[in-house]
């Protein structure tokens, strides 16, 4: 409704000034400004004269506390502060590994938002708070009211474990429950959303609450590209990196970036989006015996059915929840022993996918839809930046390695990996988001000295550390570790590691290449072999960085780290754990392992 001149009090500019002014106001502020005309003028002039009110003094305190390994929870939880801020609450926000544990006597109000990693273990930065909290040391909690965000994947058995442990112990030493445990599959923004909604609301009752959403909460001139809202960036080069002869496919590829407004540091990652392989699709929906056109709806939107399964739905992991789903649709005996067996189910599902269910234990009661139902969207799949931003600006380098294997007489080849290899084209277009991940990151001092080891693609991010290094003319020492099966076909990106070592931008290099001897000789056997000049870059306050893969390769590099520090150092087995755990609250321990 429009104030009109006509047999009203006000000017013409008035009435402009007024239209302008009273569509832009909210509700609240509406009510407010009705009563502050309704009263006498005594009072609105005493109210003018008084001036603004003053703020209420806070009365909640709330700390904070994350465990973070690829970035995940930490940004949550910067979030959740920012949020509570907004609405007078003192907050304290700090890592795990920050965080003194007697402090907790003193905490009234604790967030904990945390993710479990590899097989059901806390992140490197929560491990020693995870082990004070389990051990004897650790005092009553009565006086907490607490709450536990995990995060996790599905995928693996050991779902949300850590965050489900630390739950589990806060109550077992008397804390109380401000709202229930929230776990947090891949897709984790809306089931976050709703339990720190609930937070919220037990903490801050009888009050006006604001929260602060993605848009609000962002930086001006912040990228508007996110997992949710990915970049089409074009693949300007894809190219293997190995060898003829080689038994590996590993890709270099280069994406522009021009008009995304990313920002990115080394250590970071891209996530892509991937989708299904098409046969792999049109098989499945043949062995179901749907209609791949028929219209079925997916998160609220509607698709075809082939559509869904291409590229909204994650169809080649068996997990154990989807197989629990899946059971509700089936009277198949042997569907049961997976069920039962937990040997016998992973022996199945080892290299399996969907299609393989559903050709072995057919028939199934599902209709299309309630079959959708049971699947998780299709995961973004991360990759370490291979690339210095201020050296590319337009640029971000990928290192992928292509994964393909035959199991129950079918050729299997990873979602995204294996379109990368197969049908990914210069030209081609690929959705991505920067992941940030601040728990991998060069150091703050330039010149401090860096022990970097890799395997495979783990040699990814240090390939961005240098030419990192290199641009802004670091002359600290550096030692790369770099291991693979073959030196002549698998030297990934050697010329590169030639010429930083020519320049002194890499000072020292080790390889070691498995295949090519008799004994196999992996990088963690290189390291021993400078046990003692390792543990005198470490005195002299070197930073170790470990990417690759967490089973084999990060834990052998684990266990050898300890013996060089035990040997070198003359300490006991537990003085040795006591150093690393030392030099994972110091960032100076940083793996990034996958």
Not at 86 to 99: C, G, H, M, P
Not at 162 to 187: H, N, Y
Not at 404 to 416: A, D, H, I, L, M
Not at 472 to 480: A, D, R, T, Y
């Amino acid at each position: 409704m429009k104030l009109q001149v006509i047999n009203s009090p006000f000017s013409e500019e008035q009435v402009k000034l007024l239209n302008e002014l009273l569509p832009k106001l909210t509700v609240e502020q509406k009510y407010w400004l009705n009563g502050y005309l309704s009263a006498p003028q005594a009072t609105i002039d005493r109210i003018v004269e008084e001036g603004p009110p003053t703020v209420a003094p806070v009365t909640k305190t709330v700390t904070i506390l994350y465990g973070s390994q690829t970035g995940n929870s930490q940004g949550l939880a910067e979030k959740y502060a920012a949020a509570l801020k907004q609405n007078d609450v003192e907050v304290t926000i700090a890592s795990l590994a920050k965080f003194k544990p007697n402090n907790l006597k003193k905490t009234t109000n604790l967030l904990l938002v945390v993710s479990t990693h590899g097989e059901g273990e806390p992140p490197d930065q929560a491990i020693q708070f995870y082990e004070f909290l389990h051990s004897k040391r650790a005092p009553k909690l009565d006086h907490l009211h607490y709450s536990v965000l995990a995060l996790g994947d599905s995928s693996y058995e050991f779902f949300c474990k850590t965050g489900r442990d630390f739950d589990e112990q806060f109550a077992k030493l008397g804390a109380t429950p401000i709202t229930p445990r929230v776990d947090c599959d891949l897709e984790y923004d809306e089931p976050s959303a709703q339990w720190f909604a609930s937070v919220q609301q037990e903490l801050l009752q009888n009050t006006n609450t604001e929260t602060v959403s993605e848009q609000t909460a962002g930086v001006q001139g912040e990228s508007k590209y996110s997992r949710k809202n990915p970049f089409y960036a074009e693949v300007l080069e894809n190219i293997n990196l190995n060898g003829r002869g080689s038994n590996k496919e590993t890709y270099h590829v280069e994406l522009g970036i021009e008009g995304a407004n990313f920002t990115f540091e080394p250590g970071d990652s891209i996530g892509i989006q991937p989708e299904n392989e098409e046969s792999l699709v049109d098989a499945l929906v043949t062995a179901l015996q749907f209609d791949g056109q028929e219209q079925v709806t997916v998160f609220e939107e509607t698709y075809s059915l082939k559509e869904a399964l291409q590229k909204k739905l994650e169809i080649t992991v068996l997990s154990k929840p989807l197989l629990q789903k899946i059971s509700a649709y089936t009277v198949h005996k042997e569907f049961s022993k997976l069920l039962e067996d937990d040997d016998v189910r992973k022996a199945y599902v080892y290299g399996r996918d969907l299609l393989d269910v559903v050709k072995d234990f057919a028939p199934f009661t599902w209709d299309a839809q309630q079959f959708l139902a049971l699947l998780r969207k299709i995961p973004a799949r991360l990759y370490s930046i291979a690339s210095s931003q201020k050296a590319n600006s337009e640029e971000v380098h990928l290192t992928i390695g292509k994964v393909s294997y035959e199991t129950n007489g079918r050729v299997r080849q990873g979602v995204c990996s294996g379109s990368i290899a197969e049908r990914i084209q210069v030209g081609d277009t690929l959705p991505i988001y920067v992941h940030r991940n601040p728990n991998f990151r060069l150091p703050e001092q330039e010149n401090t000295p860096i022990i970097m080891i890799g395997a495979g693609t783990g040699i990814a991010p240090f390939r961005a550390f240098l030419e990192e290094r290199e641009e802004i003319g670091v002359g600290g020492k550096s030692w790369l570790f770099f291991g693979d099966q073959h030196f002549v076909t698998d030297f990934l990106y050697q010329t590169d590691w030639q010429r930083w070592l020519a320049s002194e931008t890499l000072t020292h290099m080790d390889v070691a290449f498995s295949r090519d001897t008799d004994k196999k000789v992996y990088v963690q056997h290189k390291i021993a072999e400078q046990a003692a000049a390792i543990y005198e870059w470490l005195e002299q306050g070197a930073v170790i960085y470990v990417c690759g893969d967490e089973k084999t390769m990060a834990a052998d590099v684990d266990k050898t780290l300890h013996r060089i520090i035990e040997q070198q150092g003359k300490k006991t087995a537990e003085e040795a754990k006591a150093f690393v755990n030392e030099l994972k609250q110091q960032k100076r321990y940083q793996r990034d392992v996958y």
